[in-house]
T-cell receptor, first 112, second 111 residues
Framework: SAVISQKPSRDICQRGTSLTIQCQVD?????MFWYRQQPGQSLTLIAT?????????ESGFVIDKFPISRPNLTFSTLTVSNMSPEDSSIYLC?????????FGEGSWLTVV | SQQGEEDPQALSIQEGENATMNCSYK?????LQWYRQNSGRGLVHLIL?????REKHSGRLRVTLDTSKKSSSLLITASRAADTASYFC???????????FGTGTQLKVEL
C-alpha cells in the first residue's frame, strides 16, 4: 500500500482568496492525481500530475483556477485560486502503485 | 457523465446480515476498484479486480465482475456496525489509471 499525507485536513477560507493543499507520499510514485468531491457527491478527477511535466487537466478544470506543482516523485501541491462558495469540497490527493490507486485523507475546504 | 452507476443509493441492514452493492459501467475497462469512505474522510482501497478476473475475495469481502454485462458487485458478509460507510466503485480505462467513480452506496449497519 501507499501512505499519503495531506495538509491541511480542514480549513475555512474567505471568498476571493487562494489556498494550497500539500500532498506527500511515503515513497516515490510516477503518477499522482487530484480529485474533488463536492458535498454529497462522488469524486471527480481534476488533473493528473507527473513529475517533470505540466499537469494534465480534465474537462471543466483549468490551470488558472487549479494550478498544480509536482517538484519531485513524492510530493505535489494543488492550489484552489480565487475561491468562491462553489469551491467548498473535499480535495483528495491520490497516487498509483501497482495499478492500485491510493488516497490521502482529503482536505475539507469551506469557502465563506 | 459518471462512468459508474451504483445501486442501491442507500442500504440499511442489521448487524450480522450480508450487504450487496452493485456497480454498472459503460465502456471497456482495465480494472475496477472498490473503495470505502467514512463520513468526510479519505478513501480506503478495498479490492482491485482486473478485467480478466471474475471474482476476488478479501476477508469478509467478495467482488464479482461480469464484463459482458459491464457490472460488478461487492458483497460484505456478516456485516458490523463499523462497516457503516459509503462504498464507491471506480473504473480504470485506456492506457492510464485515471479513475472514474460511481455514484456510491451509503451503507448503514445497525446494532
Amino acid at each position: 500500500s501507499a501512505v499519503i499525507s495531506q495538509k491541511p485536513s480542514r480549513d475555512i477560507c474567505q471568498r476571493g482568496t487562494s489556498l494550497t493543499i500539500q500532498c506527500q507520499v511515503d515513497s516515490q510514485v510516477t503518477m499522482m492525481f487530484w480529485y474533488r468531491q463536492q458535498p454529497g457527491q462522488s469524486l471527480t478527477l481534476i488533473a493528473t500530475a507527473n513529475q517533470g511535466s505540466e499537469a494534465t487537466y480534465e474537462s471543466g478544470f483549468v490551470i488558472d483556477k487549479f494550478p498544480i506543482s509536482r517538484p519531485n516523485l513524492t510530493f505535489s501541491t494543488l492550489t484552489v485560486s480565487n475561491m468562491s462558495p462553489e469551491d467548498s469540497s473535499i480535495y483528495l490527493c491520490s497516487a498509483e502503485r501497482g495499478n492500485t490507486i491510493y488516497f490521502g485523507e482529503g482536505s475539507w475546504l469551506t469557502v465563506v | 457523465s459518471q462512468q459508474g452507476e451504483e445501486d442501491p443509493q442507500a442500504l440499511s441492514i442489521q448487524e450480522g446480515e450480508n450487504a450487496t452493492m452493485n456497480c454498472s459501467y459503460k465502456t471497456s475497462i482495465n480494472n475496477l476498484q472498490w473503495y470505502r469512505q467514512n463520513s468526510g474522510r479519505g478513501l480506503v482501497h478495498l479490492i482491485l479486480i482486473r478485467s480478466n478476473e471474475r471474482e476476488k475475495h478479501s476477508g469478509r469481502l467478495r467482488v464479482t465482475l461480469d464484463t459482458s454485462k459491464k457490472s460488478s458487485s461487492l458483497l460484505i458478509t456478516a456485516s458490523r456496525a463499523a462497516d457503516t460507510a459509503s462504498y464507491f466503485c471506480a473504473t480504470a480505462t485506456g492506457g492510464g489509471n485515471k479513475l472514474t467513480f460511481g455514484t456510491g452506496t451509503q451503507l448503514k449497519v445497525e446494532l
